[in-house]
């Protein structure tokens, strides 16, 4: 079984802070690609940021480089996303999938991930 899990998404103002969490189940994250990607009302699915296995490489989209940081902690099996100067572009249900293709995120396309979770909600508004 193949199962990531995310969560800590939440009501923000404009310009505040978030911290995502997307912990595995029924592997180890830690050897696996891991991207995030986010869909916002009425949108398709886009690339978000990627880190690679051991966390060697890093990929951000450009509408949040600067502002989002990926990150791993080996020892609770989870891949965060701090994100921070949030804006209401920002608001979307946000995903976490591995590369199925074991990449080093040279590729933000959704296609290339799989096993998604449930998703956790942002919302950025005054």
């Known amino acids: 079984q193949l199962q990531l899990v995310e969560s800590g998404g939440g009501l923000v103002q404009p310009g505040g802070s978030l911290r995502l969490s997307c912990a595995a189940s029924?592997?180890?994250?830690?050897?696996?690609?891991i991207g995030w990607f986010r869909q916002a009302p009425g949108k398709g699915r886009e690339g978000v940021s990627c880190i690679s296995s051991y966390g060697g490489s890093t990929n951000y989209a450009d509408s949040v480089k600067g502002r989002f940081t990926i990150s791993r902690d080996n020892a609770k099996n989870t891949v965060y996303l701090q994100m921070n100067s949030l804006t209401p572009e920002d608001t979307a249900i946000y995903y976490c999938a591995f590369d199925v293709f074991g990449r080093r995120c040279e590729s933000l396309a959704p296609s290339g991930f799989g096993s998604w979770g449930q998703g956790t909600q942002v919302t950025v508004s005054s």
């Open positions: 029924g592997f180890s994250l830690l050897s696996y690609t």
